[in-house]
């Protein structure tokens, strides 16, 4: 079980890392509307008192140090949330294939409705994901481990994590009712 702790935390990481990196990319995109920002809060002395701060007088310098803050921050940030729903959404995948399988062994003329089993597989996956990160601050002693490695590691996991999502979401549709694992589950009754 602390195997799997391990693995959930390490995709979790990776699609934090990720979503941290896109939201920092994206403050490249948005440049010009800081720019326009940053003239507009040293033209304002109302709004350059809100952020300029006794450390630092720049009010560009001090709204980025807060936009970083927002993004970073491992117990509740924008990267946690993202990290925690494409983490999540992995372990969803997986559930609904391990749901399709045993339907279609079992009971392979048994109609469901779709809603159902996507409210239930949601469900299962939100709460093993609280299980796996999210109690005793897990997430938080997990992302302090993995900043400090670097290397091949790094590379490794992120390949790793990219699958990870592509191959839940491939076992899943391959075993619903329309794919090839699915079909061939379904004609074992036929």
Do not use: C
């Not at 896109?22 to 948005?30: D, H, P, Q, R, T």
């Amino acid at each position: 079980m602390k195997q799997i702790e391990y693995f959930y935390n390490i995709i979790y990481y990776f699609f934090y890392r990720g979503a941290i990196s896109f939201a920092n990319g994206s403050i490249y995109l948005v440049m010009p509307i800081i720019k326009v920002f940053y003239f507009f809060v040293n033209k304002i002395p109302s709004i350059r008192k809100y952020y300029v701060t006794e450390d630092n007088d720049d009010p560009l310098d001090v709204a980025l140090k807060r936009t970083k803050k927002v993004t970073e921050n491992p117990s509740l940030g924008l990267g946690t949330i993202i990290g925690h729903g494409f983490a999540t959404s992995v372990i969803l995948f997986f559930y609904m294939g391990i749901y399709h399988i045993i339907k279609y062994l079992l009971f392979p003329t048994f109609e469901d409705v779709f809603v159902y089993v996507i409210s239930i597989s949601a469900i299962l996956a939100y709460a093993t994901d609280i299980i796996f990160t999210q109690t005793y601050d897990k997430s938080e002693k997990y992302i302090k481990e993995f900043n400090k490695k670097k290397g091949w590691w790094r590379i490794k996991w992120k390949i790793i994590t990219i699958a990870s999502l592509f191959l839940s979401l491939w076992f899943s549709l391959s075993t619903s009712s329309g794919g090839m694992i699915g079909q061939y589950l379904i004609s074992l009754h036929n």
